[in-house]
């Protein structure tokens, strides 16, 4: 798709090109040169150093919290601390991060670098678009501290290079309301039928109170997955063959389906209900559960304070537990003309310092480092201590090509039609298959 796009661009006609020329006048007019910087701005910085001019690396992110803009801050300390690099950062809302990435690469107009899901790395790397970083990572100074595993979120096998730099990670567990549990005299789920138990019980229509925050809007594709995995279905078998229409996954997907369309557990809304009405339920306690990570759980301990809880994803069967897990890193576009000092940046992103500040932060994702994640503040806190024990049976998506059309849009068109009963359970997951196995 990215390349059809690509080629597409390269077919549009000179009106494209007088437009280009047309900016690089404008700009030496002195007009608006990203993010608000005028062309004298732009060469004021370049002075900034003494020791020659400055490389400009932008760079392209989104945010859970955008209300505390984290990476900002990040972008800043790093600027003061490397006066021969500037990043220019660009926060994009997540619904259309994806497409604007797209978009970017088929004008010829890619950042640098760019906050980078683990669902994408297949789909851009089949085109090319992506730096390779192993020569990169082999001389950086933290990398025996990473946590091994983290470095496969960024791989398309086993024996590829790497292609995403980790940063934060993160795994689902549950989110419960002890005030609203301890009313009805109910203890947490551990199993799939405690569950959905106490979804109906918590339920009350009547009183717009429902047991469970379902996400059918955009993002709620990783909610899914989740309970998905811990209903004992899988994206992939041991061999790498697409098995998520398979007659288990088909049961777990119904089981998952019917929570909203016979229990009637999650709201009327649940079908385009995104991460900001989920957070807000939960918060006014219209919510009782809700799935999500660690990226919440600083918001909602200060709103919540000791009526918040958080346990590990329910599971069908305790014995062979599963969750989702999902990295989100960042990548150095290929068509770069400033790729060391590209590195140089991301690099700092996942060094302790820069770690220790965005994983403190309400935009908190999982320590990728040992030495950060063995630290008190992590292994203290409840919260933190569930999610680190889940890593050890959290799965990430599959590195399919396939997979970023699947999370970008095609599980949702399909799951909202087959909570809305226009679609059964299998020709859902048939559908998703199907695009999982485009090549």
Known sequence: MIQRLVNSFRRKSRVTRIMVML????????????????AQQA?????????????????????????????????????????NIHVVGKMIPFNNYQQTLINA??????????????????????????????SYIRHW???PDMIPAMW???????????????????????????????????????????????????????????????????GGQDQWYAFMLAGGAQMV????????????AVQVNQWYIDLFKNDHVAPPSAVTDSYAQLLAGFENGTYAMMAHHIGSYAILSKQLGDKLGVIPIPQADPSHPATMGTMSGNVIFSSSKVKQAAW??????????????????????????NSVAEE???????????????ESYAKVWPPLKGVGDVAGHVWQQTFDRALLGQMSSKQMLDQIATTLKEK
Not at 179 to 201: S, Y
Not at 344 to 362: G, H, K, Q, V, Y
Request: net charge negative; aromatic share 12%.
């Open 105 to 134: 690469v088929s004008s010829g107009d890619a950042p640098d670098a760019a906050r980078f899901k683990d669902w994408w790395v297949g789909q851009f790397e089949a085109n090319n678009l992506l730096e390779p970083l192993d």
């Open 43 to 83: 060469a004021n910085s370049s002075q900034k150093s003494s020791g020659g001019s400055v490389q400009t690396i932008t760079y392209w992110y989104w945010l859970d919290d955008p209300s505390h803009n984290t990476t900002q801050e990040l972008i800043d300390k790093f600027n003061s601390e490397h006066p």
């Open 152 to 218: 496969d979120t960024g791989k398309i096998n086993e024996n590829s290079a790497v292609y995403m730099m980790p940063q934060a990670y993160i795994d689902f567990y549950l989110y419960y309301r002890k005030d609203l549990f301890a009313k009805a005299n109910l203890q947490p789920p551990t199993t799939f039928a405690e569950f959905e138990k106490d979804a109906q019980v918590l339920t009350n229509a009547q009183n717009k109170q429902y047991g469970f925050a379902m996400r059918g809007g955009s």
């Open 237 to 248: 078998d041991a061999n790498g063959n697409v098995v998520i229409n398979s007659d288990k």
């Open 376 to 390: 008190p503040y992590f292994q203290d806190n409840p919260g933190w201590k569930v999610a680190i024990q889940e």
């Open 141 to 143: 100074k933290y990398q």
């Open 344 to 369: 140089t940046f991301e690099s700092w992103l996942a060094s302790p310092e820069a770690l220790n500040i965005l994983d403190r932060s309400t935009n908190a994702q999982l320590p990728v480092l």
């Open 23 to 38: 900016a690089v006048t404008a700009v030496l007019l002195g007009s608006v040169v990203g993010c608000g910087q005028t």
